[in-house]
C-alpha cells in the first residue's frame, strides 16, 4: 500500500504535538499539514487531499462535523475524530467516521484506530481499481427466426424504433428489444456518440456535417445514411471533429 498522506486538525497544541510524535513513528504515514482552526482546515484538505485526517470536533470558526459538510465529496476517506468528549461519538459516526479517539489518546487506542484506518482505506483502493464490465465485440440480436451475431464495429448507427433499437450495418437492419439508454452502454464510448434522443452514431463511419436551423446538424454516414444531431446534443458536436 502507497504511503497514507494524513492531516491533523486540532486547536490544542499539545494534542497536535502528541498526534504528530506518534505518526512520526509510523513508517507508512506521512504528515502533510497541521491545523488549528476550522475554515483553515476546510481550505487545507480541499488542497492537499489526503487519505486520513485526525480531526477535532470543537475548535474555533467550524466544528469538525462542519468542516467535513463544508466539503462534501471531497472528505478525505479516513476521518478519526479526536476529542474531549464522549457525547460527540453519535455525531461522530453519523458522518461516516473510521473511529472516534476520547482525550487524553492512549498509545494503544491510537494504534487500534490506524489499523481500522488501514483496513478502510484497503477496502476504498480495492473497489477503485474493479474492472470496468467488459464491454462486448459482438451484439445477439433475433432475427428471422435465428441468433444472428452484429460484429459492434460493423454497426453504422443505432436509432430508436418503439420499444426496440435498430441496429443499421450496411444495408442490413437488425431489431433489439433494448432501451436507447441501455444500447448506448453496451456501446463502447470511445467509438460512439449519442447524437440525440433517437440515435448513436459510430464516429469513424461519420462522412460529413451540414448545419440545419436553430443549432441542429445533418450528419451523412459512408453508408449514405442521413441522422440528425439535436440541439441538445450539441455538447457532442468536439467528439465528431467540430467545435460547437
Same mark, same amino acid.
Given at each position: 500500500?502507497?504511503?497514507?498522506?494524513?492531516?491533523?486538525?486540532?486547536?490544542?497544541?499539545?494534542?497536535?504535538?502528541?498526534?504528530?510524535?506518534?505518526?512520526?513513528?509510523?513508517?507508512?504515514?506521512?504528515?502533510?499539514?497541521?491545523?488549528?482552526?476550522?475554515?483553515?482546515?476546510?481550505?487545507? &484538505?480541499?488542497?492537499?487531499?489526503?487519505?486520513?485526517?485526525?480531526?477535532?470536533?470543537?475548535?474555533?470558526? &467550524?466544528?469538525?462535523?462542519?468542516?467535513?459538510?463544508?466539503?462534501?465529496?471531497?472528505?478525505?476517506?479516513?476521518?478519526?475524530?479526536?476529542?474531549?468528549?464522549?457525547?460527540?461519538?453519535?455525531?461522530?459516526?453519523?458522518?461516516?467516521?473510521?473511529?472516534?479517539?476520547?482525550?487524553?489518546?492512549?498509545?494503544?487506542?491510537?494504534?487500534?484506530?490506524?489499523?481500522?484506518?488501514?483496513?478502510?482505506?484497503?477496502?476504498?483502493?480495492?473497489?477503485?481499481?474493479?474492472?470496468?464490465?467488459?464491454?462486448?465485440?459482438?451484439?445477439?440480436?433475433?432475427?428471422?427466426?435465428?441468433?444472428?451475431?452484429?460484429?459492434?464495429?460493423?454497426?453504422?448507427?443505432?436509432?430508436?424504433?418503439?420499444?426496440?433499437?435498430?441496429?443499421?450495418?450496411?444495408?442490413?437492419?437488425?431489431?433489439? !428489444?433494448?432501451?436507447?439508454?441501455?444500447?448506448?452502454?453496451?456501446?463502447?464510448?470511445?467509438?460512439?456518440?449519442?447524437?440525440?434522443?433517437?440515435?448513436?452514431?459510430?464516429?469513424?463511419?461519420?462522412?460529413?456535417?451540414?448545419?440545419?436551423?436553430?443549432?441542429?446538424?445533418?450528419?451523412?454516414?459512408?453508408?449514405?445514411?442521413?441522422?440528425?444531431?439535436? !440541439?441538445?446534443?450539441?455538447?457532442?458536436?468536439?467528439?465528431?471533429?467540430?467545435?460547437?
Amino acid at each position: 500500500m502507497p504511503p497514507i498522506r494524513s492531516i491533523v486538525v486540532d486547536d490544542e497544541p499539545l494534542a497536535r504535538e502528541r498526534l504528530r510524535h506518534w505518526l512520526s513513528r509510523e513508517p507508512n504515514i506521512v504528515l502533510v499539514a497541521e491545523c488549528s482552526q476550522g475554515p483553515e482546515a476546510v481550505e487545507v &484538505l480541499r488542497r492537499e487531499r489526503p487519505d486520513l485526517v485526525f480531526l477535532d470536533v470543537q475548535m474555533p470558526g &467550524l466544528t469538525g462535523v462542519q468542516v467535513l459538510e463544508a466539503l462534501a465529496d471531497a472528505a478525505p476517506p479516513a476521518v478519526v475524530f479526536v476529542t474531549a468528549h464522549e457525547h460527540f461519538a453519535v455525531n461522530a459516526f453519523e458522518v461516516q467516521a473510521v473511529d472516534y479517539l476520547l482525550k487524553p489518546v492512549s498509545r494503544e487506542r491510537f494504534k487500534t484506530a490506524l489499523e481500522r484506518v488501514a483496513k478502510r482505506l484497503a477496502e476504498s483502493r480495492l473497489e477503485s481499481i474493479k474492472p470496468e464490465p467488459k464491454i462486448p465485440d459482438r451484439l445477439a440480436v433475433k432475427h428471422n427466426g435465428r441468433i444472428v451475431f452484429v460484429p459492434v464495429a460493423d454497426i453504422d448507427w443505432v436509432g430508436s424504433a418503439d420499444n426496440y433499437v435498430e441496429l443499421h450495418v450496411g444495408s442490413q437492419n437488425y431489431l433489439m !428489444r433494448e432501451t436507447m439508454t441501455a444500447i448506448s452502454q453496451r456501446l463502447p464510448s470511445e467509438h460512439f456518440v449519442r447524437v440525440s434522443r433517437t440515435a448513436i452514431v459510430q464516429i469513424a463511419r461519420v462522412r460529413q456535417l451540414e448545419p440545419l436551423f436553430h443549432g441542429e446538424y445533418s450528419i451523412e454516414l459512408q453508408s449514405g445514411a442521413k441522422v440528425t444531431l439535436s !440541439r441538445s446534443h450539441r455538447d457532442q458536436l468536439p467528439r465528431l471533429g467540430l467545435q460547437g
